[in-house]
């Protein structure tokens, strides 16, 4: 993070503040990490991020859906399915993704060994 | 993000989890990269981060320096100064920064291009 204008730093604090609208909060990028490894029904996704409710679930679901981060699939059968799949759009998080996994291990280390 | 056992994908989300429990919500980063960009002032700061109130500044400010992530310093002059500055160890969050950065430009052109 290089030193620049020391007032006017909007030109790297947007894009970023962009980046945050979409992921920001605790639940979408776990759920998105949920249905890369093969989740795809309601109950399957809720069940493997920890402490998600059924109601947050539903909504973090729906504004992944706006953003074009996943798609929502109904299966016409007996009784109907609706699954969930990533998008290919939402492959351009990965190396975000392992970003913040490999910073939430360095940090977690730094913090327990303080 | 590969696909492995469909249920458990704990130890993905777990160190994502830790990481998003440090930077979530809107804020926290976009104060870090101010700092980083020589904002050391209070008023500085909430100036160069857009819409940010002086109540979630000084909350946000603290949780930064409980994880570490920057120092406090109090300037004995007259009137008395108080200063921030990022810590060493904030810049293990510069490649995450980089990351938020290049997808929230890739993120905007395939939301508006859409």
Redesign the interface.
């Known amino acids: 993070?290089?030193?620049?204008?020391?007032?006017?730093?909007?030109s790297?604090?947007?894009?970023?503040?962009?980046?945050?609208?979409?992921i920001?909060?605790?639940w979408k990028?776990?759920i998105?990490?949920?249905i890369?490894?093969?989740?795809k029904r309601f109950t399957?996704i809720q069940?493997?991020?920890?402490k998600i409710t059924a109601k947050v679930l539903s909504k973090e679901l729906k504004d992944l859906e706006e953003?074009?981060l996943i798609e929502r699939k109904i299966i016409d059968d007996y009784p109907v399915r609706i699954e969930y799949s990533?998008t290919p759009?939402s492959?351009?998080?990965?190396?975000?993704?392992k970003?913040?996994?490999?910073?939430?291990?360095?940090?977690?280390a730094?913090?327990i060994g303080?």
Chains 1, 2 share one sequence.
Not at 36 to 39: F, K, L, Q, R
């Open positions: 993070m290089k030193k620049s204008n020391p007032t006017d730093c909007s790297a604090i947007i894009p970023v503040r962009d980046a945050l609208d979409v920001s909060g605790k990028i776990l998105l990490i949920s890369t490894h093969g989740n399957e069940k493997s991020v920890p953003h074009l990533a759009h492959q351009t998080l990965s190396k975000l993704v970003e913040l996994q490999d910073w939430g291990v360095k940090h977690r730094k913090i303080k």
